[in-house]
């Protein structure tokens, strides 16, 4: 069909629609195959009309044409399958297994054998996928999302998902224009003709002889067709085709945004689904056409406009304003004065800044070497080479690149987001990831043969709470790697050209990367294996590379065509459509243009041997700087955290520090701690110099997680006096030790003792208040789940808005307890025992769908959303005391009991596969480690038990140290929580605090209460990202320590987050966010919640005190409230 007859297709569509025959209209989308109605076929969806559905269907798309047809049609005979089974209909849903669902069994037999087993089960949400399927209205809907998803992605529907964009009833426009010309070419016309019909060219004649009139004047000519005005009454009102439904939600997050919680589904994919856009918006999932020049787009508005479908504008947007709220700034805050200068000595290919000490600076070069500088002294801190670490574990295809040609380069260095990981892609093969505790303390982690060829990015993301590596390369693939041991997760396949960068990204708790190919395809994918979600063209069709505001809020890309010619540009997600093109490149770039942002407010990029700035507002260059000469032709730059340091690259192989007044302030403020630190008698001079490497080489505990501002330099280690001569050691320690002293001396524990000093929340409460005995967040952070002793559970969910975007749970701003409509309470069996007087227990599942609890009687698996018991297990006796989750399997739970046993429970068969015996008394605290493949239990018996989670067997067991001045062994429950490496474990006794090296079974560090944190210890617990401690005592107070030395930094006051006169209420247990660090929540025993947040003006809980080292930081007179390294 040619073209015009396409277009007559269209017309008719939209004729038909506007007069009203909806069944006509649906049947001819259907048999031309054109347009595809989502509008339409959501609406059956939802009736659960499934034959029309599929009938619908079959005019785009067949079974098996592709993976995404089969995926649809399977998405959609399933959820038929499963609303049979919903209404106990065994024969219809037999029916369905046989004729529907059996043409996918050659592709996946496992599947469609587990999906007949579900006829054997009373209720099919018994299986754990199925677990959190709501009702078939709620499923339908988020099957719906996660159909549209595969729609937009399939080649398929490609340019059939969107209407013209015509103006109202333009095919009776077309007649009426045509009736038009016919009556001014009548030999005889009169004033008003009377048009009767279409089936013949319209001709009259006039009565007496009277002219036609012109165009101009002629009544019909031009007028558009407002009823009345078209000879031919209309079926109906006019209307036009395929109305929009309401805009999107607010919280709409473009191509992928969080689920809704209202209504589950087992069919969703790992990833996200999307919310439902208004059909005449192009889905982010959709592959849009390559963006066209930046001239406006057609504007097709009518007196009717607001019922216009609006088009997608592939060119520039004419929208200018960013809507949301950000700090007014100046060209004063860009950093453009030349404050240092480094010699790197080798061309500089990648920077980047510590994400926390915001001048130290981390660089890699084209021969492959990579250094770390503090950019206030000018000091190179560490420099290592590239070499291979273990050849014999590399494969032959890179031990063959490496031996033909042996030149390799650094294509990106970057800092993990906490700063103590580093990691460096080179171009042959190979990633080094490095641990970094400050100082020169740079240590070899891990080295993975990644890609075949070059490795030409690589980034860090948090997918499950867990820190990963993702690279990419040559080989036209990006990979995700486990960042402890190493191990591969994904690979994702898809780009047809070498992966020329990845962007991972978040929102709220969806987690997904973007990557960009030289073939100028930008790829877009879920921690999944279904495959990219978007497919389009970046301007330019070359090297591009992809960054977010800090915000998060906004996306803008940056790439050079092969012809030299540079693109920046800021994208508009929900349409996947560029939203502005800046200006100001030359015609031809000397090479491919690299840029960044900072203040959720500038872009710089390098180009013409300048930095170039731009508003994110303005299309137009703010600003230039030739920072003093000798820049690149396109150097590379880098902004630090807080955008008051700019690290450029000059052509001498060296790098220029551009900073603003703050960045000048904090590099001078730097350079005087330097100078004061250094200072000592002038006899001392000589002995000094000697010596200082030795304060260098001594990593500081704290320094990976101080603020930079806040760095003490580190002290000396006595080990470094060990080469100098006795005399010289004379004159020297005495005063070293003696300023050691005082530092010591100066520093004092923050205390917070009134409740303006921090942000407390206590959240609201309409039940009856009973102690709180457990407290956890959801996983995504918006809600708080607590279990009193009463057996009830109680749920705090904080509204998304202008104050909250987020959603995220905080302070400021006050939850809803939240129930569903049902009106369920969640409340545990008591089997009879009294439940205050029972060890409760409670855990989550990782994507928050459901809660396993108890309280003395049965465990019970709630689900989330609507509250109901799904099934209950394990009766007592003996009650159950702990739950944890198996990390990679959520059917298996490790159960502590009150008999002092752990049974290993497979909820899918409902069998306890075995029974570990090992402690003396009930089982307190449980934790697994994927790292290390064990599970670490402690008891009441104070005891510690290690076991192997592939054969279940004890590897090792330990009872906590006895500490000096005690003689009897300490008693009383015992909690275990594993760090964020696996392999350091938090052990939390009312006696003590203590950090063990779970792989080597040891006690590293211990602290016992003393001085104004002198009471026993309630509960403790991990930030999220296990930099600090928080802990609970007796007497009400709280205390925040550093994870690593176990010194504490803060201490709460009971009057700074609780009423006065309420003595004697103190917390049992708390929690932490699992996403902001300084945040967490006690669960008290007159039965409040509380949440806890620093103050906005210090934004984090004290400083730390100046750490020890040698045989300084045993000696307890330096420190009253410092820990104790574990006795040898």
Request: one cysteine or more; aromatic letters at 8%.
């Amino acid at each position: 069909m040619t073209s015009l007859s396409r277009e007559l297709v269209f017309l008719i569509l939209q004729f038909l629609d506007e007069e009203k025959f909806k069944e006509t209209v649906h049947k001819l989308e259907q048999e031309s195959g054109y347009f595809f109605n989502m509008k339409y076929f959501e609406d059956q969806v939802q009736a659960g009309d499934w034959e029309e559905v599929e009938r619908y269907l079959s005019g785009f798309t067949k079974v098996d044409d592709n993976r995404y047809s089969m995926k649809i049609f399977f998405e959609i005979r399933k959820q038929k399958y499963l609303e049979a089974l919903d209404k106990q209909d065994r024969a219809k849903a037999v029916d369905i297994l046989v004729k529907d669902l059996k043409v996918f069994s050659s592709f996946n037999e496992e599947l469609f054998k587990e999906i007949t087993q579900l006829l054997t089960l009373e209720n099919f949400r018994e299986n754990e996928q199925l677990s959190k399927y709501g009702e078939s209205k709620s499923a339908r809907n988020v099957m719906l999302m996660e159909l549209k998803k595969l729609i937009e992605a399939n080649p398929h529907f490609r340019d059939k998902l969107q209407f013209p964009g015509l103006k109202a009833s333009r095919l009776r426009t077309l007649i009426n224009q045509s009736l038009n010309w016919q009556h001014q070419l009548c030999k005889n016309p009169r004033p008003n003709p009377d048009i009767k019909t279409l089936f013949v060219d319209h001709t009259c004649a006039p009565p007496n002889g009277a002219r036609a009139p012109t165009p101009s004047n002629n009544p019909l000519v031009g007028a558009l067709p407002k009823g009345a005005t078209f000879p031919i009454a209309p079926h109906g009102v006019n209307q036009l085709p395929f109305q929009p439904t309401g805009a999107p939600s607010a919280s709409s997050l473009g191509w992928m945004a969080s689920q809704n919680p209202s209504a589950p589904h087992p069919a969703v994919a790992p990833g996200p689904v999307s919310l439902t856009p208004p059909p005449n918006a192009v889905a982010f999932l959709k592959r849009p056409r390559t963006p066209l020049s930046n001239g406006p787009a057609v504007d097709y508005q009518s007196a009717d406009s607001e019922h216009l479908m609006k088009p997608l504008r592939t060119g520039q947007s004419d929208e200018v304003n960013y809507s949301g709220p950000h700090t007014m700034y100046s060209q004063d805050d860009l950093p453009k004065t030349v404050a240092k200068t480094l010699n790197q000595g080798s061309n500089v290919m990648s920077m980047d800044f510590h994400p926390q000490q915001q001048t130290i600076l981390l660089v890699g070069t084209i021969v492959g070497d990579i250094a770390i500088w503090e950019v206030a002294s000018r000091e190179k801190l560490a420099q290592r080479t590239f070499k291979v670490w273990d050849i014999s574990a590399c494969s032959m295809p890179m031990q063959a690149a490496l031996l033909k040609d042996p030149a390799v380069s650094v294509n990106r260095c970057i800092w993990s987001p906490d700063g103590q990981v580093l990691g460096v892609a080179f171009s042959k093969h190979i990633v080094h990831i490095y641990s970094y505790q400050g100082a020169n303390d740079l240590r070899q982690h891990l080295e993975i043969d990644a890609h075949v060829g070059g490795v030409n990015d690589i980034a860090f993301s948090h997918p499950g709470k867990q820190l990963c590596i993702i690279t990419c390369g040559d080989d036209k693939t990006i990979k995700v790697w486990d960042a402890v041991a190493g191990r591969k997760q994904y690979t994702f396949e898809g780009h047809e050209a070498p992966v020329y960068s990845v962007c991972p990204h978040h929102k709220e708790s969806i987690q997904f990367i973007f990557s960009t190919a030289i073939d100028g395809k930008i790829k877009a994918w879920l921690y999944d294996l279904l495959g990219s979600r978007v497919d389009y063209d970046a301007p330019g069709l070359w090297c591009t590379t992809m960054a977010y505001s800090a915000d998060g809020t906004r996306l803008f890309s940056c790439g050079t065509s092969k012809e030299g010619e540079s693109f920046l540009v800021e994208w508009n997600e929900s349409e996947g459509a560029i939203k502005r093109t800046y200006s100001g490149f030359r015609k031809r770039s000397l090479g491919v243009v690299q840029f960044d942002t900072t203040k959720n407010r500038f872009l710089a990029a390098g180009d013409e041997f300048l930095i170039k700035f731009w508003d994110m507002d303005n299309i137009n260059i703010l600003t230039t700087t030739e920072a003093e000469g000798g820049l690149q032709a396109s150097p590379r730059i880098r902004f630090n955290k807080d955008g008051n340091l700019l690290a450029v690259t000059t052509s001498d192989n060296g790098i220029k520090i551009l900073a603003n007044a703050d960045g000048l302030r904090l590099i001078r403020m730097l350079e005087s701690r330097a100078f004061e630190a250094t200072r000592v008698p002038t006899e001392a001079k000589a002995p000094i110099a000697n010596i200082m490497p030795a304060a260098v080489n001594a990593p500081s505990a704290h320094s990976g997680a101080m603020e930079r501002t806040e760095r003490i330099p580190p002290a000396v280690s006595m080990n470094g006096f060990n080469s100098i001569d006795s005399n010289r050691t004379t004159d020297v320690k005495p005063r070293l030790l003696e300023d050691l002293t005082d530092k010591n001396k100066n520093w004092k524990l923050t205390e917070i003792t009134d409740q303006v000093q921090c942000k407390s929340l206590r959240l609201p409460d309409v039940m009856h208040s009973s102690k709180v005995t457990r407290l956890i967040y959801t996983n995504s952070g918006i809600s708080v789940l607590a279990l009193a002793s009463n057996a009830l559970h109680k749920l705090w969910k904080w509204p998304r808005n202008e104050r909250n975007p987020s959603g995220k749970s905080t302070a400021n701003i006050q939850p809803q307890m939240w129930q569903p409509a049902s009106g369920i309470v969640m409340t545990n069996d008591i089997g009879g025992t009294n439940p205050e007087e029972v060890d409760a227990c409670i855990a989550l599942s990782k994507n928050d769908s459901y809660v396993m609890s108890a309280s003395g009687g049965k465990v019970s698996l709630f689900n989330m959303m609507t509250f109901k018991v799904m099934t209950t297990f394990m009766a007592p006796p003996p009650a159950a005391t702990f739950l944890a989750f198996h990390p990679q399997d959520n059917n298996i739970i490790a159960i502590g009991m009150e008999d002092s046993t752990i049974q290993i429970y497979n909820v899918r068969v409902d069998e306890v596969k075995t029974k570990l015996k090992g402690h003396q008394k009930k089982i307190t605290g449980l934790a697994f480690s994927h790292s290390l493949n064990v599970l670490v239990s402690s008891g009441a018996d104070a005891q510690l038990c290690f076991w192997s989670i592939d054969r279940w067997e004890k590897q090792k067991s330990k009872f906590i140290q006895v500490q000096p001045g005690r003689s009897s062994p300490p008693v009383g429950d015992t909690r275990v929580q594993f760090h964020n490496d696996q392999v350091h474990l938090l052990v939390v006794h009312e006696s003590q605090l203590a950090i063990y090296n779970a792989s080597k079974f040891d006690r590293l560090r211990y602290w016992t209460p003393h001085d104004s944190l002198s009471a026993p210890i309630s509960s403790a617990i991990y930030s999220c990202d296990s930099l600090l401690v928080f802990a609970g005592f007796c007497d009400g107070a709280v205390g925040v320590f550093d994870a690593e030395s176990l010194r504490p930094r803060c201490r709460i006051a009971p009057s700074a987050y609780l009423a006065s006169g309420m003595n004697g209420v103190y917390p049992l247990v708390i929690a932490s966010h699992p996403s902001e660090p300084n945040q967490f929540a006690l669960g008290m025993t007159d039965g409040g919640v509380h949440v806890i947040e620093p103050s906005e003006s210090e934004g984090k809980w004290g400083v730390g005190p100046p750490p020890d080292n040698g045989t300084i930081g045993s000696n307890p007179t330096l420190s009253n409230q410092g820990s104790e390294p574990a006795p040898r």
